[in-house]
């Protein structure tokens, strides 16, 4: 008698060809690569953190951009960043996906700040070069990017207070057009607990800046840092690894302040970013810890 067993093979030919074709096209073909996963939203002043497979190579406007190996990357947007940006994401088989963002464009207040000490507004010459080395060093900072996602963390208000300036705003001192406001100010009681707003490694400790006096910087990744001013006290050292909410300073009214404040910044490679919008998009589970 012919085998009533199972024969897991008869009339598989077909459908062993069909498979064997599926591969082929599947290895042969342009790969129809996934765009990269996006959270957060581009627009002027913002942050978008995004996920692509591993091993990719990301640009934006043709500008490489920091990936870690697992594919992970952050975009961010300048205050007067062009309508237009475009991402490209390049597979490790080489395919490349394009996407065009629209940057949402914002209005930007205007800030008036009188009565501010005269060499403070306009700094004596005398001051120039040390001024210089301060944003030098800054600079050098935001060039320097670690590799470590540890923005995944999640984000925090580095300190609890009234909102007394906020990022982007065009700032008219004593009665003289300056830079836009880099940051969030942040204004509570000398000596109020700064907090560490996500995890990171401590990037930079100044005893004292011209404009932002004991000044701290924490970089959390892939270019993301953030910069913590006119601190009253510093509890960190450089190179330090801090959690998120964990103490580092305490607020005072070093450098450029009119009163006890917090300055808070963040960056993404040389681009100041609006740093209320990092709790918003990735928020910490715990206020501090
Ligand atoms: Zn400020």
Same mark, same amino acid.
């Given at each position: 008698?012919?085998?009533?067993?199972?024969?897991?093979?008869?009339?598989a030919g077909?459908a062993r060809g069909?498979?064997?074709?599926?591969? @082929?096209?599947l @290895?042969?073909?342009?790969?129809l690569?996934?765009?990269?996963?996006l959270?957060?939203?581009?627009e002027?002043g913002?942050? #978008?953190f995004?996920?692509?497979? +591993?091993g990719?190579?990301v640009?934006?406007?043709g500008?490489?951009?920091?990936v870690?190996g697992?594919?992970?990357?952050v975009?961010?947007?300048?205050? *007067?960043a062009a309508p237009r940006?475009l991402l490209?994401? #390049?597979? &490790?088989?080489?395919?490349?996906t394009?996407?065009?963002l629209t940057? $949402?464009p914002? *209005?930007w %207040?205007?800030?008036?700040i009188?009565g501010l000490?005269r060499?403070?507004?306009? %700094?004596?010459?005398a001051?120039?070069?040390? !001024?210089k080395?301060?944003?030098r060093a800054?600079a050098?900072t935001?060039? $320097?990017?670690?590799g470590?996602a540890d923005y995944r963390s999640? @984000?925090v208000?580095?300190?609890?207070? !009234?909102v007394? =300036?906020?990022?982007?705003?065009?700032?008219i001192?004593?009665?003289?057009?300056? +830079?836009p406001h880099?940051?969030?100010?942040?204004a509570?009681a000398?000596? /109020?607990?700064v907090?560490?707003?996500?995890d990171g490694a401590v990037s930079?400790?100044? %005893?004292d800046? @011209?404009? &932002?006096?004991? /000044?701290?910087?924490?970089?959390h990744?892939? =270019?993301?840092q953030t910069?913590?001013?006119?601190?009253g006290?510093?509890d #960190?050292?450089?190179?330090?690894r801090?959690?998120?909410?964990?103490t580092?300073?305490?607020v005072g009214?070093?450098? $450029?302040?009119?009163g006890p404040h917090?300055?808070?910044g +963040?960056?993404w490679?040389d $681009?100041?970013?609006?740093?209320?919008?990092? %709790?918003?998009?990735?928020p910490? +589970? #715990?206020q501090?810890?």
């Amino acid at each position: 008698m012919g085998s009533k067993g199972p024969r897991p093979f008869a009339g598989a030919g077909g459908a062993r060809g069909f498979f064997l074709l599926f591969f @082929f096209l599947l @290895f042969s073909l342009p790969a129809l690569a996934a765009p990269p996963a996006l959270r957060g939203e581009a627009e002027q002043g913002g942050v #978008v953190f995004g996920q692509a497979a +591993a091993g990719s190579k990301v640009f934006l406007d043709g500008d490489a951009v920091p990936v870690d190996g697992a594919g992970r990357f952050v975009l961010g947007f300048a205050r *007067d960043a062009a309508p237009r940006a475009l991402l490209r994401v #390049v597979g &490790t088989s080489g395919t490349a996906t394009e996407t065009e963002l629209t940057v $949402r464009p914002r *209005d930007w %207040p205007v800030q008036r700040i009188d009565g501010l000490p005269r060499d403070k507004v306009t %700094p004596p010459p005398a001051l120039l070069a040390r !001024i210089k080395e301060d944003n030098r060093a800054i600079a050098a900072t935001r060039a $320097r990017v670690g590799g470590r996602a540890d923005y995944r963390s999640g @984000f925090v208000l580095p300190v609890e207070g !009234i909102v007394s =300036g906020v990022f982007g705003s065009q700032r008219i001192l004593n009665g003289e057009a300056k +830079a836009p406001h880099s940051g969030l100010d942040i204004a509570a009681a000398a000596g /109020t607990p700064v907090h560490a707003a996500a995890d990171g490694a401590v990037s930079l400790v100044h %005893p004292d800046m @011209f404009y &932002t006096g004991q /000044t701290v910087m924490i970089d959390h990744g892939l =270019g993301l840092q953030t910069v913590y001013a006119h601190l009253g006290r510093i509890d #960190v050292k450089p190179g330090q690894r801090v959690r998120r909410g964990q103490t580092i300073g305490a607020v005072g009214a070093t450098g $450029r302040a009119t009163g006890p404040h917090l300055h808070w910044g +963040a960056s993404w490679l040389d $681009r100041r970013l609006d740093p209320a919008r990092l %709790p918003e998009i990735l928020p910490g +589970a #715990v206020q501090s810890r």
